[in-house]
């Protein structure tokens, strides 16, 4: 009896599309796999249009990029991200749906960051390097059952600042110019707990959809978030930036 294909969802940033392109495919046929890339799958026609200039990068419905990932993410055996410095949000965010759907995530983590606690958590094993994720990828291509018996990393400080989430009456992310992957994944959490999600953006990015999907009210400056939390929370707010 023939056995049935592994399938991998493929989070990868936007930046590093024509790349990781030419990796999938080739990984593929080395493989015997699928991978399941929400650039193809989901927004393929919408793609061409951002690369031809024809529509803005973040001129799209949120819902129509978030709810299709997740449900392909729900639909695949696990994970490949490529975290590499190329600014992704989906794909750091799609790393706590996986986690929380229980599928396992090879992570690539090329751009120094395979410490960051929060990536970590959220990875079942962590590669530096396209070579040695491509020989993962490979024996479980040959071997899929052994999906299910790779190591979670688990780090508890994580662990008990996600569940000082749930009890909170609202919760603050605010994104900058440098990325910070605890903010970007703890509002995910918020989401999930229905956590009201305020956020402040102030680097340009208030309509990209995994921020916009994910967040109740967006700000862009500080003074209005102030004003808004004074207005509906009452007393003073002094934990903007925590």
Partial sequence: MKKEKLKLYLAHPFDSLKEIREWELATEKEAGIEFVNPFYENIGEKVIEIQAGRIERYEVDPNSIVRPDITLIMESSGIVSIVDGALSYGTIQEKVYGLNMKKLDLSLISNGCDDDPWLRHHSSEIFTNLKDLTKRVVELGKNPDAINNLPKIKVPEVEKEIK????????????EKNVNYEEIMKMVYAYKFDVPVY??????????????????????????????????????????HT
């Fill in 164 to 175: 000082k989430i749930k009890g909170k009456k609202y919760h603050l992310t605010t994104i």
């Fill in 199 to 240: 956020s402040l953006i102030t680097n340009g990015h208030e309509k990209h959809p995994w921020l916009d999907y994910h967040s109740t009210k967006i700000f862009t400056k500080e003074k209005d978030l102030e004003e808004f939390l004074n207005l509906n929370y009452r007393g003073k707010i002094n934990a903007i």
